[in-house]
């Protein structure tokens, strides 16, 4: 199968998305994690603290982002030489539709607290990428979409199927043409993806949009496979939570969560 080599490939002063940011719910809408993903990258840029650490990135999704040309911009609201607030939006025709802040922090090469003792172990994956089950996507209506953009690997649960689960996934295009996909663009490529993989509904049943996306991480994630552990609660009227617990290869890095919007198809 020919995939497209990337998300997004520069055009002009912004980006035109490829097929497989395509999401699951209209073909001409785009999966919030790439779009996600390009936020983090401007904003990184954007950042004065050389080195820094993004620590905590809250996304607003102010409406669907259609499969065609975006504009990001960044600016940094908030400047420090130790920490920093940085805001950026993501806009298509004209209007703002994503829209990212991020607190970026100054780390050290020695931290204090390391030493100190932490209460319970840490949370872990069921399983590494390579004991997982590899698996496609069965619902979506195009078969180059976003499911194409990683490749997926399950350590517990499965796509086509609902309930929690926990996944691997590695990098299966770069974001933007030209460029290597990092650690932390493939994370939020990736995690938005949470509630889709644990989902609590039938897919062809019901919608689960979520409204936003909130990221809170420990360290930067490193390597080439990244997962996430995530389960899907429903409240019961119209409303749900997906949380998820992100890893790499070298352990737990930080929590993820979804307030999702239900409602029947």
Do not use: K
Request: aromatic content about 8%; some cysteine.
């Amino acid at each position: 199968m020919d995939l497209p080599e990337a998300l997004y490939v520069p055009d002009g002063d912004g980006y035109r998305a490829t097929a497989l940011t395509i999401g699951p719910w209209d073909p001409g809408f785009q999966h919030a994690g790439p779009p996600a993903a390009l936020l983090a990258r401007v904003a990184e840029a954007a950042g004065g603290i050389e080195g820094g650490q993004t620590v905590r990135m809250a996304f607003d999704i102010l409406g669907p982002v259609p499969v065609g040309p975006v504009a990001v911009r960044a600016s940094v609201v908030r400047p420090g030489r130790r920490i920093e607030l940085v805001e950026a939006v993501l806009e298509a025709g004209g209007r703002p539709l994503m829209r990212l802040t991020a607190w970026r922090m100054r780390v050290r090469a020695e931290d204090p607290l390391a030493a100190v003792a932490v209460e319970g172990p840490a949370p872990s994956m069921p399983a590494g990428p390579e004991a997982s089950r590899p698996e496609v996507a069965e619902f979506f209506s195009e078969d180059v979409a976003y499911h194409r953009a990683l490749e997926w690997r399950f350590a517990t649960g499965s796509f086509n199927s609902p309930g929690p689960a926990a996944a691997w996934t590695r990098p299966a295009c770069a974001l933007v043409a030209g460029e290597p996909m990092t650690p932390l663009e493939h994370l939020l490529v990736m995690t938005d993806a949470a509630s889709g993989i644990s989902a609590a509904l039938d897919w062809t049943t019901a919608t689960f949009a979520n409204v936003d996306l909130g990221v809170a991480l420990l360290r930067a994630p490193r390597g080439e496979w990244l997962g996430m552990d995530a389960a899907t609660h429903a409240g019961g009227g119209g409303a749900a939570q997906c949380f998820a617990s992100l890893h790499d290869e070298d352990g737990f890095v930080g929590r993820s969560s979804h307030a999702l919007f239900v409602e029947p198809r």
